[in-house]
């Protein structure tokens, strides 16, 4: 075997220049394989992050039924024995009560449909990044008392309805009691969060105004829940399910709030295999095309070694082991190559500004920070090395299948 691995070694480097070129197509297959896999890596991963830090956290609990409609009179008091259970849970690290509900804005330029989130400012500090993504350039600040007069948008919206800070807007909402009431408010600041449609339609004030605007006293629409890792909400999701123990309320992961979210992170991962079946066709026909030439030029070679005693299996698995070096050197540079420039880019970040709409749309920020898994180095490591087996396959079988006296004869 040794011996094999020696004479396919000495066989690769005949022809450099050759060899070096398939070497560098497989190495440059597996930079940009894995800098795709980083890339998309990175989107999800920003997808996901600016999406839970936002609008869904980790987990949510609120009335049954809340989550299809939001209407504001499913509603709860929150029981101190849930407050219990969610402090007392090792993978619970923040909560932030909400009050949720459909309102318009008004002002002398426009009006415009929003959500209205009704927050505990301290209390959402820890639970989302609202707070980092407020703008105080432009004057503002994040909200700081429950009970103030005062509102909190985004630019974007503001933009829309020609308001800046300081100015009164009029809110409008229909109460508990399904009648309108119209309340007059202070733009306290804006925000920017990396995803467009939030901006568009989400804005803050503090719960207790809120609660007494819609007259909901001390109730509330859901209880936001941010746990230790993204990952880990199914096993926290079941575990809170069962020492809250009511039937009225309901526990949602951000999986089951963002089921587009997730069949779009679905979506990208199978866009993978296109790059997957590209690359497999480029070493195919390189390892195969350089192996067949290099078999060509040495039929003579060939012919003398089977006659003196070399088997064909043999033969066979000299050819096999001329491809296997060729697919390891060009991996080992490839992925040598790859983690460093993603190691790289994960500290420095890729600048998408010029398509900051279409980043925003998506939910990801303009600077994308790509990164791979242990997994994504081995699926490579795997791919090429399969691929390289199947383009050997064919001249090495070719070259175990000639015969010794047509190749002695062959000039």
Not at 2 to 24: A, C, D, Y
Not at 219 to 229: C, H, K, L, Q, R
Request: one cysteine or more; aromatic letters at 10%.
């Amino acid at each position: 075997m040794k011996t094999f691995i020696l004479l396919g070694w000495r066989n690769l480097w005949r022809q450099k220049r050759r060899s070096l070129v398939v070497i560098v197509s497989i190495t440059l297959g597996v930079l940009m394989m894995l800098f795709a896999l980083g890339l998309m890596n990175g989107l999800i991963a920003q997808m996901l992050d600016n999406s839970i830090s936002t609008k869904l956290g980790h987990i949510a609990i609120h009335k049954n039924g809340y989550f299809e409609n939001m209407k504001l009179e499913t509603n709860f008091l929150p029981d101190p024995r849930i407050e219990e259970v969610l402090r007392k849970d090792k993978d619970v690290v923040a909560t932030a009560p909400r009050v949720k509900t459909f309102a318009m804005i008004r002002t002398s330029e426009a009006s415009r449909g929003v959500i209205v989130f009704g927050v505990y400012p301290e209390k959402e500090k820890k639970a989302s990044k609202i707070n980092e993504y407020t703008l105080p350039d432009e004057g503002g600040t994040f909200l700081s008392d429950p009970n103030a007069m005062e509102i909190l948008m985004s630019k974007s919206l503001a933009e829309k309805l020609d308001v800046y800070v300081g100015d009164k807007i009029v809110l409008i909402i229909q109460d508990s009691k399904n009648e309108m009431a119209g309340v007059g408010l202070t733009v306290k600041g804006f925000f920017q969060t990396p995803v467009q449609e939030y901006d568009n339609s989400v804005v803050y004030m503090g719960i207790t105004r809120l609660q007494t605007i819609t007259g909901l006293g001390d109730n509330i629409s859901e209880i936001m829940v941010i746990a230790t890792d993204k990952e880990i909400v199914d096993d926290v999701k079941t575990r809170l399910i069962k020492n809250i123990r009511n039937a009225a309320l309901e526990v949602m992961t951000w999986k089951d709030m963002a089921p587009n979210l997730v069949s779009a992170i679905g979506l990208i991962d199978k866009m993978l295999y296109v790059y997957y079946a590209i690359f497999f066709i480029t070493v195919v026909f390189s390892i195969a095309n350089t192996l067949i030439m290099s078999i060509m030029e040495r039929f003579h070679e060939i012919g003398v070694m089977k006659s003196i005693g070399t088997r064909p299996s043999q033969v066979f698995f000299i050819i096999m082991f001329e491809a296997l070096n060729l697919g390891i050197v060009g991996l080992a540079s490839g992925i040598l190559f790859g983690v460093g420039l993603i190691a790289v880019l994960s500290f420095t970040g890729i600048d998408f500004s010029i398509f900051m709409d279409a980043m925003r749309q998506w939910g990801a920020g303009s600077i994308v920070y790509p990164f791979v898994y242990a997994k994504d180095i081995l699926v490579t490591l795997l791919v090429v090395e399969c691929t390289t087996i199947i383009a050997a396959i064919y001249p090495a079988f070719k070259a175990a299948r000639i015969k010794p006296l047509e190749a002695l004869h062959y000039i």
